[in-house]
């Protein structure tokens, strides 16, 4: 049997999409170990709080894209861990507190209020994620 041209365009474009998600899953995710682990960049120094920004907006980008890929997105619904949504958060935050015990090691500055902005920025990435959820209409829970 032959799938008719156009579901097999909208499954091919499907495929890519999840597999876009998933790579800037992974991506945030090594890119964070990278920057948090390796020499400071300079950013960091920008402007005051720089540093804390730039923690949030890492964790809350961590965040979005694992809730996007692996638990509900638009147009795809439920994904391989739907219904965890919180577990997401959790886990974010537990591994910005873990990044935060590792740079002592690596002769980095490890500091509380980092761990404060990666939870902000986690919980502000499922605040987003729960806005488009909350928004899109079209796809199944």
């Given at each position: 049997?032959?799938?008719?041209?156009?579901?097999?365009?909208?499954?091919?474009?499907?495929?890519?999409?999840?597999?876009?998600?998933?790579?800037?899953?992974?991506?945030?995710?090594?890119?964070?170990?990278?920057?948090?682990?390796?020499?400071?960049?300079s950013?960091?120094?920008?402007?005051?709080?720089?540093?804390?920004?730039?923690?949030?907006?890492?964790?809350?980008?961590?965040?979005?894209?694992w809730?996007?890929?692996?638990?509900?997105?638009?147009?795809?619904?439920?994904?391989?861990?739907?219904?965890?949504?919180?577990?997401?958060?959790?886990?974010?935050?537990?591994?910005?507190s873990?990044?935060?015990?590792?740079?002592?090691?690596?002769?980095?500055?490890?500091?509380?209020?980092?761990?404060?902005?990666?939870?902000?920025?986690?919980?502000?990435?499922?605040?987003?994620?729960?806005?488009?959820?909350?928004?899109?209409?079209?796809?199944?829970?």
């Amino acid at each position: 049997m032959q799938i008719p041209r156009a579901r097999w365009r909208s499954r091919r474009s499907s495929a890519l999409a999840e597999a876009a998600f998933w790579i800037a899953a992974f991506g945030t995710v090594v890119a964070t170990f990278v920057y948090s682990l390796g020499p400071a960049p300079s950013m960091l120094h920008a402007f005051p709080a720089a540093d804390k920004v730039v923690h949030a907006c890492a964790y809350g980008a961590i965040t979005l894209t694992w809730l996007l890929a692996a638990v509900w997105r638009p147009g795809r619904g439920g994904g391989v861990i739907a219904g965890s949504g919180l577990r997401v958060v959790i886990a974010a935050i537990f591994l910005g507190s873990a990044v935060e015990i590792a740079q002592h090691v690596v002769q980095r500055d490890a500091e509380l209020l980092d761990a404060v902005a990666d939870t902000v920025g986690a919980l502000l990435g499922f605040a987003v994620w729960r806005l488009v959820r909350a928004l899109d209409r079209t796809t199944p829970r």
